[in-house]
């Protein structure tokens, strides 16, 4: 009586355990940007960290001026331009400009650099240098801009229409977050464009019609000149854009060890107490990219798969293993050897010769649906071929072949054609000698 109380008590306790939830792994805080639209992406891998509306169409405001200047670098890659180069600001460059618009204060018949221009055009954020370089790279504004939206479309943006190289408000003038990273990343392949956009200050020489003039970046994430309370450790660029229907927005990156994340804001507004949110959202967004997410080794060489071998006598299996130790970045609460899905791509065997280091197949490691790596998987060792097995497998594979098959099919028909031929041919002269031999053994009728 007493065991069956014990084993009772014990089953009760096990059951209670049982009902205990387990704690899954957690899963990251959404940031939930205080933007229209908002894209954090880690640009080593090409992984969204974050996205929020990141394809839906939005205003740009002055963040245009990255298409623009991406246009002008290519310009001076083919030799079309160079950076000492002296423009002349023509009239029809600075015609249409309104009241308000962000200026270098270049006139009429005022001749600088393709260098002095990108920094007016970068830091300053000056609309009449959009239409300068318009004119010297397509001849015309409107040239200019058939080029802006080609070239957006070569660069696979789906969701973006340039109407001016300027950024004013327009209302067939959009873009979206995710393009906006696009046509940045090609910009920052150049190193003068992150030279430019990454500067703090410029002065501009004396002109033929202007003393010089110190210019200063409107990017208050790396520099307090005009703003002050937004600095953000470690990053560099890269373009500030403000218009009343557009709000402010920023396109930015930081780096931190050897990490480097680019985050875009659209659609942003001033917080109660007066802070310019496309700041403070791009910190913050930087903040809880480095903070929550890392590298970690998600496959190892000595993970072996093994794969059947057809055409061997001395085994029937070889293994394979990942091409190479391989991280990616994930989310810091994430368990690799639990949360992770690995997906092989092997056949079913491979036929003999094998030899080491030979590629059988693949292997992708996948996280929430996302393809985070793929990797190779090679042969562990050679596998010989047997001779015989190989020229016995060669012949059913040849004879295998539907064109083999159907020449099979014909070549028998003949044969049997022939055979059938041939006996009623025999049959024939057989018939026709014994008739013969009929007409001559008759001697007519004895009386």
Not at 133 to 160: K, P, Y
């Amino acid at each position: 009586m007493k065991l069956h109380r014990i084993l009772s008590a014990f089953l009760l306790a096990a059951l209670l355990f049982l009902t205990v939830p387990v704690p899954a792994a957690q899963a990251l805080e959404d940031p939930d940007a205080q933007a229209k639209a908002a894209l954090l992406i880690d640009m080593d891998t090409g992984l969204m960290l974050y996205g929020k509306n990141e394809r839906s169409a939005q205003y740009p405001a002055s963040i245009t001026k990255v298409m623009v200047a991406l246009l002008v670098f290519e310009a001076i890659e083919r030799g079309e331009l160079r950076m000492e180069q002296y423009l002349t600001a023509s009239s029809t460059a600075l015609a249409d400009l309104t009241w308000d618009s962000s200026t270098a204060n270049i006139v009429t018949g005022e001749r600088l650099t393709v260098e002095q221009l990108l920094y007016c055009l970068l830091l300053a954020s000056a609309n009449e240098v959009g239409n300068i370089f318009a004119e010297a790279v397509s001849g015309s504004r409107e040239a200019f801009i058939d080029l802006m939206n080609r070239r957006s479309q070569e660069l696979g943006c789906e969701g973006t229409h340039f109407a001016n190289t300027s950024g004013l408000h327009d209302p067939q003038h959009y873009t979206t977050a995710w393009d906006i990273y696009l046509i940045t990343r090609e910009a920052m392949k150049y190193e003068g464009f992150l030279t430019v956009c990454g500067s703090l200050s410029y002065i501009v020489p004396a002109t033929n019609m202007s003393e010089e003039r110190e210019l200063h970046t409107t990017n208050a994430l790396i520099s307090n000149w005009i703003r002050i309370g937004y600095l953000y450790d470690g990053a560099f660029g890269i373009k500030t854009g403000t218009t009343d229907e557009a709000g402010y927005c920023l396109v930015s990156a930081a780096k931190r060890g050897d990490r480097t994340l680019l985050c875009v804001v659209l659609g942003a507004r001033l917080s109660e107490d007066g802070w310019i949110m496309s700041f403070t959202e791009s910190a913050r967004l930087f903040d809880w990219g480095f903070d929550n997410f890392a590298p970690m080794t998600v496959l190892r060489t000595g993970r072996l798969y093994p794969v059947a071998v057809t055409l061997s006598k001395e085994t029937d299996t070889v293994m394979a293993y990942p091409a190479e130790d391989t991280q990616a970045l994930l989310p810091i609460d994430l368990d690799p050897d639990t949360d992770l899905t690995y997906t092989l791509s092997l056949p079913e065997s491979v036929e003999a010769p094998v030899t080491a280091g030979e590629q059988l197949g693949t292997v992708t490691v996948s996280y929430q649906g996302h393809d985070y790596v793929t990797v190779p998987l090679l042969a562990l060792n050679d596998v010989s071929a047997s001779r015989f097995m190989a020229i016995k497998a060669d012949l059913q594979s040849f004879f295998a072949r539907p064109s083999v098959k159907l020449a099979l099919t014909v070549l028998a028909a003949a044969v049997i054609v022939l055979i059938l031929w041939w006996a009623w041919s025999r049959f024939r002269r057989q018939s026709e000698k014994n008739s013969r031999r009929k007409q001559l053994t008759y001697r007519g009728r004895r009386r």
